[in-house]
């Protein structure tokens, strides 16, 4: 079993930037790839990023890259996701989740556990 909460979210006009903390319980952090999703109000959830489970390799949407970056810290079994330039179609509720094994997914089915998510609203 694994709980996460996030932590991080706010509002910050456009061009700014916020870091989101994803606090992980549990054993088997260190050995599951994590990722990043969003969901903005009527639209579906989708795929912000995923990093493996060492740290390795990471893995992002088109719409973030080159502004967003994801890491962990193993040892503090932390994930966190650093969000630069960011626009008004950003503004969505970010969902941190644990993946079923050490490998990147980015599909939602690909991830066992989530966190209660936390809110990011970009001002134009």
């Known amino acids: 079993q694994v709980q996460l909460v996030e932590s991080g979210g706010g509002l910050v006009q456009a061009g700014g930037s916020l870091r989101l903390s994803c606090a992980a319980s549990?054993?088997?952090?260190?050995?599951?790839?994590m990722g990043w999703f969003r969901q903005a109000p009527g639209k579906e959830r989708e795929f912000v990023a995923a990093?493996?489970?060492?740290?390795?390799?990471?893995y992002y949407a088109d719409s973030v890259k080159g502004r967003f970056t994801i890491s962990r810290d193993n040892a503090k079994n932390t994930v966190y996701l650093q969000m630069n330039s960011l626009k008004p179609e950003d503004t969505a509720v970010y969902y941190c989740?644990?993946?079923?094994?050490?490998?990147?997914?980015?599909?939602?089915?690909?991830?066992?556990?989530w966190g209660q998510g936390t809110q990011v609203t970009v001002s134009s």
């Open positions: 549990g054993r088997t952090f260190s050995s599951r790839a």
């Open positions: 990093i493996s489970w060492s740290g390795d390799s990471t």
């Open positions: 989740a644990a993946s079923y094994g050490p490998l990147i997914l980015t599909t939602i089915s690909g991830y066992a556990y």
